[in-house]
């Protein structure tokens, strides 16, 4: 039985974003899906330049989490843009709850707070 997933604390993302090759009908390609934690950790490592142990401590997870969230989250945009296809950022009402993710404004240094 695998061990449960880690709370993630991920910033504020309210809508499905899709990206896709210009002039090209959506129903002709394939799509890649990107994870909300996967947007996250590229979101504080390439974007707010932190490293990797202060990424995993602001999303509440460890190193090697942050260095796999990358890994994955950045392989999945090269490869729709070499493939052009559409990547899909979501976050599913059900994944909030599988991952222990909540959607909230502003910088996280929460551990559940409601609880």
Do not use: W
Not at 85 to 98: P, R
């Amino acid at each position: 039985m695998p061990r449960p997933r880690k709370h993630r604390c991920c910033r504020f993302f309210n809508a499905d974003r899709v990206y896709k090759p210009q002039g090209v009908p959506i129903r002709g390609i394939g799509l890649s899906e990107l994870t909300l934690d996967q947007f996250e950790a590229m979101r504080l490592c390439d974007v707010e330049n932190l490293d990797q142990d202060e990424a995993g401590r602001r999303m509440g997870v460890s190193r090697g989490t942050i260095q796999r969230l990358l890994y994955s989250g950045r392989r999945q945009v090269v490869e729709a843009i070499l493939n052009m296809n559409a990547l899909i950022i979501n976050l599913h009402e059900s994944e909030t709850e599988d991952v222990g993710m909540h959607p909230h404004a502003g910088k996280c240094r929460c551990r559940r707070q409601n609880e």
